[in-house]
């Protein structure tokens, strides 16, 4: 498949500054109103796009109204689904995910089958994504019925990472889960960038769950995350995204 407008400006984003930087906003728990309002601070900050999405409580016309409010910061909104229900044609594009380690064959080629015309109508670009849940897993892990990856096992996570890539994921995405207690060691991350590394992937390492400071996000991004995703400590403090932004030290990014 070719490569869509909006992959292609996280793929140059990350080659030009060094590191991407996304914004999560789940419609269940954040109004338009606000959700706007976080979207204009994450463009401010300097993030590169808004992710929307969640395991839960996601309906139209809600979602549509949030893509629509988001839109107006001129970022790129990208659908982060749970299921089908996540999908509007009023978003750029969609983490088209297979959950890698789920033990439920739905989760893996099952919606997508179901969503997969449904996103050749809607005419918004798919993503090619492995979501591989690790640890504490969030409801995402739980509704998504993974068996997520220890830890520690960073052996396992970089066999299911390479195994992502020659399948031919264009962004791998590792989950702590939202709101998880301890994120993604940044060990880990080193360990599958370096297995990416000798296998040729030159797409996207993201990692999001649990990433709670500046200082965590910038050692997951120094061990070799191409991008973070933040998304409760959004929910909480709009704010924090520019000392999360700034933590990345994206070049040319504003003071
Ligand atoms: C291809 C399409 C249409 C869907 C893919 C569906 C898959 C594979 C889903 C994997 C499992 C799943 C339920 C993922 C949800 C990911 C997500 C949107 C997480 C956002 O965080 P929440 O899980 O809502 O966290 P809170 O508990 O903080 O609300
Ligand atoms: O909410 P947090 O913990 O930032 O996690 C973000 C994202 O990875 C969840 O799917
Ligand atoms: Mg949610």
Avoid: C, W
């Avoid at 970022?75 to 044609?89: A, D, K, M, Q, Y």
């Avoid at 509704?143 to 990472?161: F, H, M, T």
């Avoid at 061990?223 to 990345?248: C, F, H, Q, W």
Wanted: aromatic fraction near 6%.
């Amino acid at each position: 498949m070719k490569i869509g407008k909006v992959l292609r400006m996280l793929l140059s984003e990350r080659d030009e500054k060094g590191k991407i930087h996304l914004t999560l906003i789940d419609p269940e728990k954040t109004s338009p109103e606000e959700a706007e309002r976080i979207a204009m601070t994450a463009a401010d900050a300097g993030s590169t796009a808004i992710l929307i999405g969640g395991s839960l409580g996601i309906f139209e016309p809600l979602l549509s109204e949030v893509v629509r409010a988001v839109k107006k910061s001129g970022l790129p909104v990208i659908l982060f689904p749970g299921n089908i229900n996540g999908l509007t044609p009023h978003a750029d594009a969609v983490l088209f995910m297979t959950l890698m380690n789920s033990d439920d064959p739905y989760y893996v080629t099952g919606v997508q089958a179901q969503a997969a015309p449904i996103v050749l109508r809607m005419g918004i670009e798919p993503i090619p994504t492995a979501y591989i849940i690790v640890g504490y897993g969030g409801a995402a892990g739980y509704i998504g019925r993974a068996r997520p990856i220890p830890y520690e096992r960073s052996d396992i996570l970089a066999a299911y990472a390479l195994a992502s890539a020659m399948m031919g994921a264009s962004l791998i995405y590792l989950e702590a889960g939202s709101g998880a207690p301890r994120p993604i060691p940044p060990s880990s991350v080193r360990v599958v960038k370096s297995v990416l590394n000798s296998a040729g992937f030159d797409g996207l390492l993201i990692v999001g769950g649990g990433i709670n400071s500046p200082e965590v996000a910038a050692a997951i991004a120094e061990a070799g995350a191409d991008g973070i995703v933040n998304g409760t400590l959004v929910e909480k403090d709009p704010r924090s995204l520019y000392d999360m932004v700034n933590s990345l030290r994206l070049r040319n990014s504003r003071p």
